[in-house]
């Protein structure tokens, strides 16, 4: 490896201390030849943790550092079949676009189908973004982490895969109207990219229908690789592509676990009022505190902030000092409890 390599490979364990250990793994396990793709994939997978933080802020699990990390991604629950797919939907997304838009040397747009019939009135032209070269980079990049046969090794490659159909699953088709006086007689089309939050969306849609899959245990302790991998297959049935799967139940994400690298919810903010709130944001007071043995409670912050700024000529602005009291709700213990004693029947890992 060259002067040049290293130097990137220290740039991306200093960039992202939590999570370098998934760049650098990539590219100590990916051939030399993909060294070049190293930026995307580093900018992918953060992108994909920073949409996990997006999608589960009002969660009981929201996507904490730890679930990053090795520790973490050893189990296979529901939340890391979740992570999985949005880190490989990462890579595969910022692999696309960076080589649609000519970042990237040995590649360019999907010109595959330009010039073919796709509907009536439409054909296939301009720049489809490269879907095919994301996804195949990315599975090199993100599988090769996965080197165990056992069934979590497979769960994480399933899950790996349905990231990037999430990718393919929401693309968009875009139009140009051609014809005299912009009739539209004929028009040009071409794929490209949703937006990433459009794919958080997708991923956390299905992270809701995620399967359990029931393994052969005995089959799995008998240490045959065939019958492991028999074992494997069997539990996977008809279960489609496009689906999370996982083979461990959810912790309870009310509680601390400090060997878990869960923080519970006390002491987490939640929302009560406000315009523009989702219905899952307006119930997560309920969610985060009530249905976790904690009460609400509010606190308010003064901020003083300067205000009313004046320039005088020359050279000098005089400003006011304005206060604006911040409220916010956070959970807290219940007075005389441990936090937990009033807990309401249990409703999942939500």
């Known amino acids: 490896m060259d002067h040049s390599a290293l130097w990137l490979l220290f740039l991306l364990c200093v960039m992202c201390p939590g999570h370098a250990w998934v760049a650098s793994n990539f590219l100590m396990t990916g051939p030399k030849a993909y060294l070049t793709y190293a930026g995307s994939v580093q900018v992918g997978t953060q992108s994909g ?167 052969d245990k005995k089959r799995m302790r008998a240490g045959n690789s065939a019958d492991s991998r028999g074992a494997i297959v069997d539990a996977f049935g008809s279960i489609a592509q496009t689906e999370l799967i996982y083979l461990e139940d959810s912790p309870d994400y009310c509680r601390k676990n400090t060997s878990l690298g869960l923080y519970g919810t006390e002491g987490r903010e939640c929302l009560q009022h406000g315009e523009g709130l989702t219905q899952w944001e307006r119930r997560s007071c309920r969610r985060l505190c009530h249905e976790c043995g904690l009460r609400v409670e509010e606190r308010r912050t003064e901020v003083v902030s300067s205000c009313n700024c004046k320039f005088h000529w020359c050279c000098k602005v005089n400003c006011e000092d304005c206060s604006q009291v911040l409220v916010k709700h956070v959970c807290a213990r219940r007075e005389g409890g441990d936090g937990h004693g009033f807990r309401r029947r249990h409703r999942g890992p939500k």
């Open 49 to 215: 943790i920073e949409e996990c933080k997006h999608q589960f802020a009002w969660d009981r699990w929201n996507c904490p550092d730890s679930a990053t990390q090795q520790k973490g991604l050893r189990r296979a629950t529901r939340e890391t079949s979740f992570v999985h797919a949005i880190s490989a939907a990462g890579v595969m997304y910022t692999l696309t676009r960076n080589c649609s838009l000519g970042d990237l040397d040995d590649c360019g747009c999907d010109v595959s189908q330009n010039g073919k019939i796709g509907g009536r009135g439409w054909l296939w032209g301009g720049c489809s973004d490269n879907v095919d070269f994301g996804e195949r980079i990315s599975k090199q990049y993100v599988d090769s982490q996965e080197t165990g046969q056992d069934s979590r090794a497979a769960v994480n490659l399933h899950n790996n895969a349905a990231g990037r159909q999430a990718v393919k699953a929401t693309m968009k088709r875009i139009c140009r109207c051609h014809g005299m006086s912009e009739s539209c007689s004929v028009q040009t089309c071409w794929t490209a990219l949703s937006d990433f939050r459009e794919i958080g969306n997708y991923l956390k849609m299905k992270h809701s229908q995620a399967q359990k899959l029931d393994v």
